[in-house]
């Protein structure tokens, strides 16, 4: 189904249209059904609801979720320098990881070790054509590390090395470690939601299904969307 047919039938059971123009360009570009769940917070009976404010409020959030994009990646850097910063005394190349500084060495080889398999084709170089947690500076690894990974390395740190992270944030005293580590955990669940919505967005590589998905007898339940990549 091509967009003005959806526009038609939008027209016909869904919306009121008071400039066409408009919806027709933002048809073209997004298709209807990824403004649903913004109709869905205006009043029952849709059919009174213009269309030109359903585009307006996402608008809006398109725009906040560009500044939250924003600022999650520099929250990001940030932490990660002060990672770098206050781990540089532990000797990360060892065959093993001592426990002094680390609550589970072990584990921590292997959030290490995934990190730069994951990422091997980033890290590697003439020097380094075959990356390991050996061979590796941990200072790169941590440069190509996800979100979830930073607060994976984070969290296995032991407390004095927490704490010296936290000095550099304005965190309660009280409970500052439990606080700091909560908020990178939803943080990191912010910086996904947005990841995943940007994807959809911009890559034109991947499209939005329901399942089932029938446009012509859509109500108002709630729809099952799943990401689908075309080859």
């Known amino acids: 189904m091509n967009y003005k047919e959806e526009l038609r039938i939008v027209t016909e059971k869904w919306l009121t249209i008071s400039d066409r123009d408009e919806c027709e360009n933002v048809f073209e570009k997004y298709w209807f059904y990824r403004f649903v769940p913004y109709i869905s917070i205006f009043e029952k009976d849709w059919i009174k609801t ?17 500044i939250i994009g924003k600022l999650s990646m520099l929250v990001e850097l940030n932490v990660k320098a002060k990672i770098i910063e206050e781990t540089k005394d532990i000797p990360w190349n ?28 980033k890290i590697k170089t003439q ?5 390991t947690r050996l061979t590796t500076n ?20 032991n407390s004095v090395k927490k704490k010296a992270i936290l ?11 439990p606080i700091f580590s909560s908020w990178l955990f939803s943080l990191r669940k912010i910086r996904n939601a947005w990841w995943h919505h940007e994807m959809c967005i911009m890559n034109p590589t991947y499209i939005r299904i329901s399942t ?20």
């Open 50 to 66: 213009d269309f030109s404010e359903v585009i307006s409020l996402y608008t809006i959030d398109e725009k906040l979720r560009e």
């Open 94 to 121: 060892e065959e093993s990881l001592v426990s002094y500084y680390i609550i589970d060495p072990i584990k921590m080889e292997t959030i290490l070790s995934d990190i730069v398999e994951q990422h091997a084709d």
């Open 127 to 131: 020097n380094n054509p075959e990356p």
């Open 138 to 157: 941990f200072r790169k690894i941590l440069r190509v590390a996800s979100f979830w990974d930073m607060y994976s390395i984070y969290s296995n740190l």
């Open 167 to 177: 000095l550099h944030y304005d965190v309660p005293r009280e409970k500052n470690i």
């Open 212 to 231: 089932p998905f029938n446009f012509t007898t859509l109500n108002k339940k709630r729809s099952n969307f799943s990401l689908v990549r075309i080859p």
